[in-house]
């Protein structure tokens, strides 16, 4: 199973030839960013005692699949 690093790489890296539109990486990636952002959270003590909604990876993910969902 490839890390979640690995996946990126698919994604971005220059082995990858085929053509995507940058609407169909972001949907490609944004599980990606969400699992590695609960990863995060779940590896920090600390983190659970934050304000959520004061982050502001988490407010650019949500604004980023808004637009997306928008177009």
């Not at 971005?12 to 960013?33: H, I, M, Q």
């Amino acid at each position: 199973m490839p890390s979640n690093l690995e996946k990126i790489s698919q994604h971005l890296g220059p082995k990858n030839t085929s053509r995507k539109s940058n609407r169909e990486v972001a949907f490609d990636l944004f599980p990606l960013c969400v699992g590695i952002t609960s990863e995060l959270k779940s590896r920090s003590p600390r983190y659970e005692n934050r304000d959520h909604r004061n982050d502001s990876l988490v407010r650019h993910l949500d604004s980023a699949a808004l637009s997306e969902i928008r177009i």
